[in-house]
């Protein structure tokens, strides 16, 4: 069963503008990590960020947890056309680890 | 450094037929994971090893499903018999520690069954 729920499930943007996503979730966590998924590269990881942190940033990437509200935010600057993709957010709290549905990010150069 | 390998990339059969899917993690990861995703939707996690023992089998249909983790390297996930509804991407992952989750998971290419 799903834990976390993107928000937007598919957003398209231009190239150049920052792409903001969602994720709220139901239960306490431990960690929270953002993947990306397109048909090239399969499942790859992101960001993790741990329930005692707010903000992370990794590159042009920048990802906040607010654990009162349950939600998380990740932020693409600048996007470009080869950041099209699938995001999801993924939740654990030690013992198990649950992803939501995704949004699906179109970026049009 | 090779990234996780899984085969078949692809496997078509009929129901209630046997089915078998193999994982190589990187080599040196102890923590390897099976994952099912369904098309539209995030992964499932099915079973997580820390070495040659299933620490969390929990989301494992057991009637029908077994994994097997020989030596700590490779894994082989298998399903009889199967059901139309266990069409979907079967994935495999697998991590360098037995950190739990905190570790960087690294996922392989799936493999994509389709039950007729």
């Known amino acids: 069963s799903q834990q976390g729920e993107e928000d937007p499930q598919a957003l398209s943007i231009q190239e150049g503008e920052n792409a903001t996503m969602n994720c709220s979730y139901k239960?306490?966590?431990?960690?929270l990590q953002w993947y990306r998924q397109n048909s090239g590269r399969g499942l790859v990881h992101l960001i993790l960020?741990?329930?005692?942190?707010r903000e992370k940033h990794s590159g042009r990437l920048r990802v906040t947890l607010d654990t009162s509200k349950k939600s998380s935010s990740l932020l693409i600057t600048a996007s470009r056309a080869a950041d099209t993709a699938s995001y999801f957010c993924?939740?654990?709290?030690?013992?198990?680890?649950?992803f939501g549905a995704g949004t699906r990010l179109t970026v049009k150069p | 450094e090779a990234g996780v390998v899984q085969s078949p990339r692809y496997k078509i059969i009929e129901k209630k037929q046997p089915v078998a899917f193999w994982c190589n993690p990187i080599?040196?990861?102890?923590?390897l994971y099976w994952y099912l995703q369904n098309l539209g939707q995030g992964p499932e996690l099915l079973i997580r090893?820390?070495?040659?023992?299933?620490?969390?089998d929990s989301q494992l249909p057991k009637d029908r499903f077994s994994a097997e983790r020989l030596k700590g390297v490779d894994s082989t996930l298998k399903i009889q018999p199967a059901e139309l509804g266990d069409s979907a991407v079967y994935l495999c992952?697998?991590?360098?520690?037995?950190?739990?989750?905190?570790?960087?998971?690294?996922f392989g290419p799936g493999t994509r069954l389709t039950v007729l």
């Open positions: 992952a697998s991590s360098p520690g037995t950190s739990g989750f905190t570790d960087t998971q690294y």
């Open positions: 239960t306490s966590i431990n960690n």
């Open positions: 960020i741990r329930s005692n942190e």
């Open positions: 993924a939740t654990d709290d030690r013992s198990d680890m649950r």
């Open positions: 080599s040196g990861h102890n923590t």
């Open positions: 090893y820390e070495n040659e023992e299933a620490v969390d």
